[in-house]
């Protein structure tokens, strides 16, 4: 007799499992279509992961993948949800359905992690349920009408070839059928959702408020010459980007607001609309992440339009004893800011715009926090949406609980962005270049050491102020053919000399001296 071995061997159930698999994400993500952002389950599954990885993991992995990090942890997690439900689905039998059990103990974690969602309310589990009961569907479906058939066939050793085959087409029909129809509402929703909650075309028709106080111009001297260096302020489509968010939050203008309380005279909500009766303000900060390691590039310039945060904070009036204003952004994402960083003269502020246009949905829309000279896990919350005053002993954000600093002043640094490492250039002269930074200090001076030859100073971009990073370059003349190694070192407006200590990113930022190797040919 002529065993066909694809009928119900391993192969097929756990192909089969997956089929299952796929309808239980495709039904939900359909369904999630119909409800708020914190029920996608595909979200929650992604963002409680992301919470319970701790936090050097993550920090290898924002530095080793970059933007790629999010996509990485989509696609290990599909990989993940396909190979437990084909190992769940070979334990299916139409009597004991242990494969099917493994789908409900999914779907309930699944609910847990959408239920953990901030702002998720008990009916946004329902798309998970009812994915997982379609899920649960399907795979009975295949366990009692077609595996079933085939392995009792087997058994009784029918002979019948034809019909042999006919149930084996029907199960690799009914597989493939399932595998098709998750696929496809996967990708429907996936895109329904995307489209039916976007904010992208509300924020390329709204205007910007006009500043009162506009920035004072940036002068062409900001920029070095015959040197290939990043713009002075960085295009919005270029600027870094760092955030726990897995798909970025869509918050429209109409559904934000900012609550401030905790140690307040009287707790305030602003509307988007109330913001108009506070000056408009526009302040060029440069922007860094603590996970920059040494000549990385998670740094970007922008100019920002706004609002101070003392003057959106006085109308609720501060208690003195609060010494950390803790926010909160729409994603539940924290930051743990110190309080007398608003009141010292630097820029902090609650932006709307970023380089004249009102701020790209991935870079914070509608609102985000700005605040010169912290890293960004301490100032600058994306999606912002509530302000708590509260103290530095009763509250930890989001990244000190990971094992950062709870206080992130960004460390004096530099970077040299030409040569590029291994770069080859002709003899001849040459100018090197790069951007060096020392937020809310300002940086006084750059030198550059060739090999281990004496430190020169370079030459400076005009500085614009001292919430902005500095461009220099360095003219030089290659003699003769050979490798060589740049290093730069920055000081700062206090005297302090960038160290050349190496430490790591983790806890309070990276230190020590870039250094480039090219080879003159
Ligand atoms: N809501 C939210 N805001 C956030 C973050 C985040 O994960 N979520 N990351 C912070 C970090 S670590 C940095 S460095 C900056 C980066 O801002 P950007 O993406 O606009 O460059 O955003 C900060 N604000
Ligand atoms: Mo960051």
Redesign the pocket.
């Known amino acids: 007799m002529a065993q066909s071995p694809s009928r119900s061997s391993p192969n097929a159930r756990m192909l089969g499992g997956i089929a299952a698999a796929a309808v239980s994400l495709g039904v939900a993500q359909v369904a999630g279509v119909f409800f708020p952002a914190p029920a996608d389950p595909r979200n929650a599954v992604g963002s409680a992961i992301v919470d319970l990885t701790p936090g050097p993991v993550k920090e290898l992995a924002i530095q080793a993948l970059g933007g790629l990090d999010k996509l990485f942890l989509a696609v290990a997690v599909l990989v993940v949800i396909a190979a437990a439900a084909a190992i769940a689905a070979t334990y299916e039998s139409p009597r004991r359905p242990i494969g099917s059990a493994v789908f409900v103990v999914a779907g309930l974690l699944g609910c847990a992690a959408v239920i953990s969602r901030p702002g998720a309310t008990a009916a946004d589990i329902i798309p998970t349920v009812a994915g997982t009961a379609c899920g649960v569907a399907a795979l009975r479906l295949l366990a009692v009408r077609l595996w079933s058939h085939t392995e009792a066939d087997a058994e009784v050793g029918s002979g019948d070839d034809h019909e042999e085959v006919d149930d084996s087409r029907r199960m690799w029909l009914a597989t493939a059928g399932l595998l098709g129809f998750g696929a496809a509402t996967g990708l429907l929703g996936f895109l329904a959702t995307r489209v039916v909650h976007s904010v992208a075309a509300e924020r390329d028709t709204s205007a910007l408020p006009t500043p009162r106080l506009p920035a004072p111009p940036i002068p062409p001297e900001v920029q070095p010459k015959n040197v290939a260096l990043p713009s002075f302020v960085t295009d919005a489509a270029d600027?870094?980007?760092?955030?726990?968010?897995l798909s970025v939050?869509q918050l429209s203008r109409q559904d934000w607001r900012l609550r401030i309380h905790g140690m307040v005279d009287r707790e305030i909500t602003y509307s988007f609309a109330d913001l108009d009766r506070f000056e408009v303000v526009e302040k060029v900060v440069t922007?860094?992440?603590?996970?920059n390691p040494v000549g990385g590039d998670?740094i970007?310039n922008g100019v920002w339009t706004g609002y101070r945060l003392t003057d959106l904070l006085a109308a609720a009036g501060v208690s003195p004893d609060a010494d950390m204003l803790l926010s909160t952004?729409?994603?539940g994402?924290t930051?743990g800011t110190p309080v007398e960083t608003l009141h010292d003269g630097r820029d902090a502020l609650l932006a709307v715009g970023l380089n004249g246009q009102p701020l790209p949905v991935?870079?914070?829309y509608p609102a985000?926090?700005v605040i010169a000279g912290l890293?960004?896990?301490v100032?600058?919350?994306?999606?912002?949406t509530d302000l708590e005053l509260t103290r530095f002993d009763r509250a930890e954000a989001?990244?000190t609980k990971q094992g950062w600093a709870p206080r992130g002043p960004i460390k004096t640094e530099s970077r040299i962005d030409v040569p590029r490492n291994g770069q080859r250039l002709p003899v001849g002269p040459t100018t090197f270049g790069g951007v060096a930074w020392a937020q809310n200090r300002g940086v006084r001076a750059v030198e550059v050491r060739i090999d281990d030859g004496p430190w020169q100073p370079a030459q400076l971009g005009a500085a614009y102020s001292g919430q902005t990073w500095r461009l220099w370059s360095f003219p030089w003349h290659a003699v003769d053919a050979g490798d060589h190694t740049i290093t730069v070192r920055a000081t700062d407006n206090t005297g302090t000399v960038q160290t050349s200590d190496q430490v790591p990113t983790v806890p309070d930022g990276a230190t020590g001296w870039h250094a480039v190797n090219f080879t003159v040919v």
Not at 239 to 245: E, K, L, N, S, T
Not at 287 to 291: A, H, N, Q
């Open positions: 600027f870094y980007r760092v955030d726990i968010a939050p922007l860094t992440c603590v996970s998670l970007s952004s729409v994603d994402f930051v991935e870079h914070g985000r926090l890293y960004g896990y100032s600058a919350t994306k999606w912002v989001y990244w």
